[in-house]
């Protein structure tokens, strides 16, 4: 019997190591003129001003289209509704003139008055929505003036630059959702359950299935307005079909099985693609580094520091430049990329990505890795170990010791933790690592400030001033000491008056210096201490013309075709 | 018996609400609550916050608000997902068919393998057969379903027999509808042998106990002993009597008809409602959460009660009008 069971065995475990090793078989994605690729979640709403997740906003990003959107290679804003745009003087009153024959899913055409609708919905009070406060100028609402069908002027309180990166919010139409707005009923209007039909929008596909929990299908909107430079009909493929696989492993095997025509790979999975990418017919793209930024940040908070006028020393050390500094000389970020992203990865200096061409800043020194450096700063702080425990002590006889946090679950951060408690103990900081459950590290950082250290990562685009709630003092999200009536240190109001004078500054050049500052001055007293940014890859079916995949998004996708 | 099933239902109301009760604050306190996700986003303000906060009922006290979803629940009316803004009943439609193809499908698979085998077993105990498949019920009960699907799914993607993942093939709607079936049968396989392989190793080894329990009554000796064929020993006498806890455990088992299995649905890519709770409990979807402890409740009251009846059809002994006589 025991031999039998060995024999079994020895089978399973045959036929599992010959994955992957199925020669060829029949490339369905090959035939036909169809797109297929993989998406981690669910919508949860398909209509576009409600949606708060990237996979709702995914689910319907080529059903709708904004007056502009980004341009992945330029970086710049690109016309898509509007044809064209220009600004008064002041910079306070912007005319946008539309695009004439775009014509709506439904035959209707598409006019300025659906324009001035979809920003009525944006301002209206009884729809909660993530543009809303991205389009507040000065605390007020932006006006709009419907001057002809074609022609549509935006006023605003004061001169706003970020306006054209925010402002390619999704356009509805107000022929099919004008009503609901009145009534009150917008917020329940193309849910999950609308019929894909009744979802109408401008752009190059109409949703023509969802099946939960499975897939999103799409057509070609025949009417497209957008034309190739021969006049060719866009967009080139006639369907989307866009599979909801939950689980990334599950997509990387549907990878491997030639159901999807593209995949994003985790680390660990890129030297295995290379070597298959002949057979599995794929290229393998570097698309470029993390466009967010991934930091470790020290309560500053008097909230949680000081009781009964008593302040605990942890407020002092972590308000101490020459702790922060020795922090941030303490950073194995080599060991940090080869770790957790199997050396793909580049040590990040600024809070802006490099990837941001347009307002990263090049000129700052990074911290060098030096433990060395980070003992002479901590004995100039006059942290010493006293007692010959090991353990420096403040000049109080403090021990330096605290509690470092991230979200649980989350890999990455969990062995970059690891990394940094195993440095800070070689220099005699005593760290207790705490990873904490999701909604519990939320109230630590928003309602009881209950923390110490924390590594926590945000996700950025390419307008500096949607980070304003991070960077401004008053911000809710300034974790560092966050809702600040009035900037703590003179930095933090330095920051205060770039952002702001950033904002308002329409020359392009002039306005990139702002930011630079901003990014100088967070180097210089590290409320962020920035680890690492990750190398993204693509790996696509190699017979895919015109796909240009960038860490932005994908350059120009009505061109895609397949080779036949 | 009619009294007996009215009575039945009339003390699942207080039972009901005192599990969505409980369940009601179990959530809520809960640290967080939905919108917590939300707040770390940079392009969410503070003010939709609060306004979504509003539209939802949040900030009224904990009795007010299971208060008013009780009075909604009386109208069938499940209430609103937080994060889907659609009704807690349309979602849990819009999977429900699914859920339950796949849990039927997995139960005839564990039952109609394991009653056999356990009979089997339990009539040549001790011989080379049961002590094998004794071993292979006990990896089937060990071994975590998850491991067991991407085993599968593995195999599936190393010989093409099966496909990887998912409920149906890409070009489903422009097939036959046999294909739409065989493509639909295919889809099932490897879900329906990892969803009923726990379920049917221990069934088989209840079955197996029950039998060698009972093959030593005095009244399966004394059949034996009168001369009665062997086979209807086995089947009047033994079987007949080893249904009972099987009918109790049916019963049980349609409470976790539309439960579904997130981790499983998740790594094999199916279509069901395991996943969407599970989504629903992280996020603190109060209403969602809420919807499907009723359902669950519900299916699991009804199938215990079910049960209760058949037991008294297939077992005389069995007899609930004492009940009413005690009243």
């Known amino acids: 019997m025991t031999r039998g069971l060995v024999l079994a065995a020895c089978a399973v475990v045959a036929l599992v190591g010959t994955a992957g090793c199925r020669k060829g078989g029949e490339d369905r994605l090959r035939r036909g003129d169809r797109l297929v690729t993989a998406t ?24 709708f289209e904004g007056l502009v959107r980004l341009n992945p290679k330029t970086k710049l804003p690109e016309p898509v509704l509007a044809a064209s745009w220009e600004h008064d003087e002041a910079g306070t009153t912007w005319t946008f003139h539309l695009r004439e024959g775009v014509t709506w ?37 932006m006006r709009t003036e419907v001057v002809d069908p074609h022609t549509i002027k935006v006023m605003m309180a004061e001169p706003f630059a970020p306006l054209l990166n925010s402002i390619g919010f999704d356009i509805l139409p107000k022929h099919l959702l004008g009503q609901a707005l009145k009534d009150g009923t917008f917020t329940q209007t193309w849910g999950i359950d609308t019929p894909p039909e009744k979802i109408v929008g401008t752009g190059p596909y109409r949703l023509v299935r969802y099946v939960p929990a499975q897939l999103l299908q799409y057509a070609r909107n025949p009417t497209y307005w957008m034309r190739d430079e021969a006049g060719g009909a866009l967009p080139r493929l006639a369907e989307r079909t866009s599979l909801i696989v939950p689980d990334q492993n599950t997509m990387y095997l549907k990878f491997l099985d030639r159901q999807l025509h593209t995949y994003s790979p985790r680390p660990e999975e890129i030297d295995d693609l290379r070597k298959r990418a002949e057979e599995l017919e794929i290229t393998l793209d570097k698309i470029g580094l993390d466009t967010g930024m991934l930091f470790v940040t020290f309560n500053r908070n008097p909230a949680h520091y000081v009781k009964d006028g008593k302040a605990d020393p942890r407020l002092a050390w972590f308000t101490d430049p020459k702790f922060a500094q020795a922090i941030a000389h303490s950073l194995d970020k080599r060991s940090m990329i080869q770790n957790t992203y199997f050396g793909y990865g580049e040590p990040a200096v600024s809070a802006i990505s490099p990837e941001n061409t347009a307002y990263y800043n090049p000129d700052l020194a990074p911290y060098a890795y030096d433990l060395d450096a980070a003992r002479r700063l901590l004995d100039e702080g006059d942290y010493r170990d006293r007692d010959g425990d090991g353990v420096r002590e403040d000049a109080q006889g403090h021990p330096l010791e605290f509690e470092l946090s991230t979200n649980a679950g989350n890999q990455v951060r969990e062995r970059l933790c690891s990394i940094m408690k195993e440095d ?9 690592y705490r990873p904490l459950d999701f909604t519990t590290l939320v109230e630590k950082l928003s309602t009881n400030f209950d923390w110490d250290a924390m590594v926590m990562g945000f996700t950025g685009g390419v307008e500096p001033h949607a980070s304003a709630n991070l960077l401004r003092s008053s911000g809710n999200l300034h974790m560092w000491r966050p809702n600040q009536q009035t900037p703590a240190t003179p930095w933090e109001a330095e920051i205060d008056r770039e952002l702001a004078a950033g904002a308002r500054e329409l020359d392009p050049r002039k306005r990139v ?28 079916k190699s017979y895919l013309v015109d796909f240009v995949p960038t860490v932005w998004g994908i350059y120009e996708p009505e061109r895609i075709a397949i080779r036949p | 018996m ?101 849990a039927v499908a997995s139960m005839t698979f564990s039952w109609a393998l394991a009653i056999p085998i356990g009979i089997v077993v339990a009539l040549r105990r001790g011989t080379l057969l049961d002590r094998s498949l004794s071993f292979v019920a006990f ?19 190393a010989t093409g027999w099966f496909p990887v993942g998912g409920t149906t093939s890409l ?38 106990s029950q039998l060698l329990e009972i093959q030593s009554a005095d009244y399966v000796r004394t059949a034996r002993a009168k001369g009665v064929p062997e086979w209807i020993v086995v089947s009047k006498h033994i079987l007949r009597n080893a249904l009972n806890p099987f009918v109790t455990l049916a019963g049980y088992e349609l409470g976790t008809l539309l439960g579904g299995a997130a981790l499983v649905e998740a790594v094999m890519n199916l279509q069901g409602l395991g996943t969407l709770m599970l989504d629903a409990v992280r996020s603190l979807d109060l209403y969602l959460v809420m919807g499907s402890v009723l359902m669950s409740s519900v299916l699991l009251l009804l199938g215990n009660l079910l049960a209760d009846v058949a037991l008294t059809l297939v077992d005389p002994r069995i007899d609930f009008s004492h009940l009413e006589a005690v009243r």
Do not use: C
């Open chain 1, 424 to 432: 800070w103990t070689k220099l005699g900081i005593k760290v207790n």
């Open chain 2, 2 to 102: 009619a009294r007996f099933v009215l009575l039945r239902m009339a003390q699942m109301v207080p039972l009901l609400i005192g599990i969505t009760f409980l369940s009601f604050v179990v959530v809520d306190l809960a640290p967080g609550d939905f919108f917590d996700t939300l707040s770390m986003n940079p392009s969410i303000s503070p003010d939709m916050i609060r306004e979504m906060k509003q539209e939802f009922g949040y900030g009224q006290p904990l009795p007010v608000r299971y208060g008013r979803w009780l009075w909604r629940v009386a109208h069938l009316d499940l209430g609103m997902s937080i994060a889907y803004r659609v009704g807690v009943l349309d979602l849990i439609e819009s999977r429900a068919a699914n859920t339950v193809v796949l």
């Open chain 1, 513 to 540: 210096t702002h930011y630079w500052k901003i990014q100088e001055i967070l180097h210089r007293e590290l409320p962020m201490i920035q680890l690492v940014r990750q190398q993204r890859f693509i790996a696509a």
């Open chain 2, 171 to 208: 070009d489903y709607p422009i097939l036959s509808p046999m294909e739409k079936i065989g493509d639909r049968l295919a889809h099932l396989v490897l879900p329906v042998i990892v969803l009923g392989t726990g379920g049917m190793a221990s069934l088989m080894r209840l079955m197996r």
């Open chain 2, 139 to 157: 990896f089937g009960m060990s071994v975590p379903s998850f491991f067991l699907a991407f085993l599968l799914m593995y195999l599936a993607l």
């Open chain 1, 40 to 63: 981690i979640s669910d919508p949860k709403t398909f209509n576009p001003l409600l949606s708060v997740d990237s996979a709702s906003t995914e689910a319907v990003g080529d059903v």
């Open chain 1, 105 to 141: 899913h439904d035959g209707a055409p598409f006019t300025a008055d659906d324009v001035a609708f979809s920003f009525e919905a944006v301002f209206d009070p009884q729809v909660p929505n993530s543009v809303k406060h991205v389009l507040m100028v000065a605390g007020q609402p």
